[in-house]
Structures are given as structure tokens and as C-alpha cells.
């Protein structure tokens, strides 16, 4: 595998100084660039795809929540902060990591290595075969589950959980990489914790939606316009 690749965006001279000594210390990984500047930062990655990148919060200009939802892909990310409020949004952005500074050698070596474990997994281990089923890697085994056999998805953190009739199946992926992988079958995000296959949905009111196995499960404000819009498709 290809080495990962790293852009760092710190206001603080040291903290990049820390972040590039760290990353020295790490085998496969490249720290491509490093920025001051988060203006900088987001033109450069704007025209420099990368696997990684490693954000401050708290910036003069614009903070690494806003770089990160400017830009037109999504990277994997690591927030490097002084800052704790964020860590709800983090996690509704998907972050593959939320560091508090200061943070030792080893806690940022294993949020780099969840990285590379990421792309790894999102680049070989988990894809579509032959339009109806996935292969994918859970408790060290290799799963072969057909996609209309998938009642939902539900996210916990840096992983998700894939719940069939029979069994569910945790693996480490993104809420975010499956829906924007598997929606075209008709999976559709109803909750900033939940996706779920339309063909089992059989009803939903203001705060619910109902499966045809008799489950409920929550649907959140901000995605109800969306399941409207498809199921009355």
C-alpha cells in the first residue's frame, strides 16, 4: 500500500514543529506540507488531494471545522486541538480521530494508524460484487452479505454495524463512505446514527420510521425532507 498522506494546518509554529516529529517517527506515512495559514491550507488541498489531514480548531480566519466542509472531497481527518466543545461535531463529521493537546508520541501514532487502518480498508477490503452483494472483513473473517438483506446501518464512532435478519457484522468504516457508496441501491441516512434500505421502510411519522420486521428507529429533523423526497419518488 501506498503511503499516507498527510497535510497539517496549526496556527501554532510548535505544534507543527510537534505534529512533523511525530510523523518522522511513523513508518508509511508522508507529511506533505504544513500550514500556518488556513486560507493557505485550503487552497492547496483544494488543488492537492491527500488521505489525511491534521486540523486545528481554534484559527485566526477559519476554523478546521469550516476548512473541512469547504472542501470538494473528503479526506480522512484528525483534529489537533486545545479546544473540547467540538467533539460532538466531530464526530458528526465523521473525524477519524479528536486529540487534546498536549498529546504523547503514542495516542498520536495510534490515531495515525486508525488512519492508514481507514484507507486501507476503504481501498481493498470492502466493495460491491456483482451489483448485489458486499465482501468485507469483520472479527478477522471474510463476510460475504447480500445488500437487500441489510435492514440498517447504525454508526458508533469509527465504525458501523451492519444488522441483517441473522446477524450483525461490526466493521471499521464510516457512516459517511457507506451511504455515499451503496445510496444508488437505495440506502438512505435517516439519523446522524442510522441508514437504512428504503425497500424495508413501510412508514414514518415526525420522529420515527417503521421496517417491515416491526423495528423502529429514529429519524432525525435534518434528513426527514430527503426520505420524503425518495419515497414519494
Not at 34 to 43: G, T
Not at 93 to 108: A, I, N, Q, R
Request: charged content about 25%; glycine content about 4%; overall charge neutral.
Amino acid at each position: 500500500m501506498a503511503n499516507l498522506t498527510i497535510v497539517n494546518v496549526d496556527d501554532e509554529y510548535p505544534a507543527l514543529q510537534l505534529v512533523k516529529q511525530y510523523c518522522e517517527r511513523i513508518e508509511d506515512v508522508d507529511l506533505i506540507n504544513s500550514f500556518q495559514d488556513p486560507k493557505e491550507a485550503l487552497s492547496y488541498l483544494k488543488a492537492h488531494k491527500v488521505d489525511l489531514v491534521i486540523l486545528d480548531i481554534n484559527m485566526p480566519g477559519m476554523n478546521g471545522v469550516e476548512l473541512l466542509q469547504q472542501l470538494p472531497y473528503k479526506p480522512l481527518c484528525i483534529f489537533f486541538t486545545l479546544e473540547t466543545q467540538y467533539a460532538v461535531k466531530a464526530f458528526e463529521l465523521d473525524v477519524v480521530h479528536y486529540l487534546v493537546k498536549p498529546v504523547d508520541f503514542e495516542t498520536f501514532n495510534k490515531a495515525v494508524n486508525k488512519a492508514k487502518d481507514f484507507l486501507q480498508f476503504k481501498n481493498s477490503g470492502y466493495g460491491l460484487q456483482h451489483e448485489d452483494f458486499i465482501m468485507f472483513k469483520s472479527n478477522y473473517v471474510m463476510n460475504k452479505v447480500f445488500l437487500k438483506d441489510i435492514l440498517w446501518v447504525q454508526g458508533f464512532g469509527e465504525y458501523i454495524v451492519l444488522v441483517t435478519p441473522l446477524k450483525k457484522y461490526m466493521i471499521l468504516d464510516r457512516m459517511l463512505n457507506f451511504v455515499e457508496k451503496f445510496e444508488s441501491f437505495g440506502f438512505i441516512r435517516i439519523h446522524k446514527s442510522y441508514i437504512v434500505l428504503t425497500s424495508h421502510i413501510t412508514s414514518y411519522d415526525s420522529a420515527n420510521v417503521f421496517l417491515r420486521n416491526g423495528e423502529k428507529l429514529p429519524l432525525g429533523r435534518t434528513y426527514k425532507s430527503s426520505l420524503k423526497d425518495l419515497l414519494n419518488h
